[in-house]
T-cell receptor, first 110, second 117 residues
Framework: LAKTTQPISMDSYEGQEVNITCSHN???????ITWYQQFPSQGPRFIIQ???TKVTNEVASLFIPADRKSSTLSLPRVSLSDTAVYYC???????????FGKGTRLHILP | EAGVAQSPRYKIIEKRQSVAFWCNPI?????LYWYQQILGQGPKLLIQ????????DSQLPKDRFSAERLKGVDSTLKIQPAKLEDSAVYLC???????????????FGPGTRLTVL
């Protein structure tokens, strides 16, 4: 299983774009990159998933360089309600295991 | 569409007592997961079911934890006897397809917060 490394915490201000980078140096060919968001007292919630290049949905964008050894979750124009823990996961299609790290604690300031 | 339901939401017990948690996944979801989340950490997978069969229980402390998923729908997770270090949030999740964690979106319930005194 590919191990992921992401910052423990980040602060930003309302209205700004926030980029959270995840490192996964030993990502395998069949691995997909998935990001989850978790608010206090709630279960994690799927945000976005990608394999290569760029993926965008109504919530976020995911940028994956050609070597796929890292990925960046981009949250446009954050608000106070985006304060949460963000987890980067790398999943192997051949292995049903999924491992959450400690995540990145994002704190949005007014 | 109804989400993953869990009960109870909170439970306080004394060490060496028993406790059980219940999970009702999203209708039609073949895969069901139980996670343990200790304060300040990410969720840790305890057990994964595919329909009513166990796919992975490698991190389940089998001397005290047990889980079942009868008829491939609802599931219960039991701890007997509980220890202080079992204090955590127990999350249930379900997913639609039969596997491939890297591509399979998991839908989580609100969790059960267990406090062991």
């Amino acid at each position: 299983l590919a191990k992921t490394t992401q910052p423990i915490s980040m602060d930003s201000y309302e209205g700004q774009e926030v980029n959270i980078t995840c490192s996964h140096n030993n990502i395998a060919t069949n691995d997909y990159i998935t990001w989850y968001q978790q608010f206090p007292s709630q279960g994690p919630r799927f945000i976005i998933q990608g394999y290569k290049t760029k993926v965008t949905n109504e919530v976020a964008s995911l940028f994956i360089p050609a070597d796929r050894k890292s990925s960046t979750l981009s949250l446009p124009r954050v608000s106070l309600s985006d304060t949460a823990v963000y987890y980067c996961l790398v999943g192997d299609l051949r292995d049903d295991k999924i491992i959450f790290g400690k995540g990145t604690r994002l704190h949005i300031l007014p | 569409e109804a989400g993953v339901a869990q009960s109870p939401r909170y439970k306080i017990i004394e060490k060496r007592q028993s406790v059980a948690f219940w999970c009702n996944p999203i209708s039609g979801h073949a895969t069901l997961y139980w996670y343990q989340q200790i304060l300040g950490q990410g969720p840790k997978l305890l057990i994964q079911f595919q329909n009513n069969g166990v796919v992975d229980d490698s991190q389940l402390p089998k001397d005290r934890f047990s889980a079942e998923r009868l008829k491939g729908v609802d599931s219960t997770l039991k701890i007997q006897p509980a220890k202080l270090e079992d204090s955590a949030v127990y999350l249930c999740a379900s997913s639609l397809s039969l596997g491939g964690a890297g591509r399979d979106e998991q839908f989580f319930g609100p969790g059960t917060r267990l406090t062991v005194l």
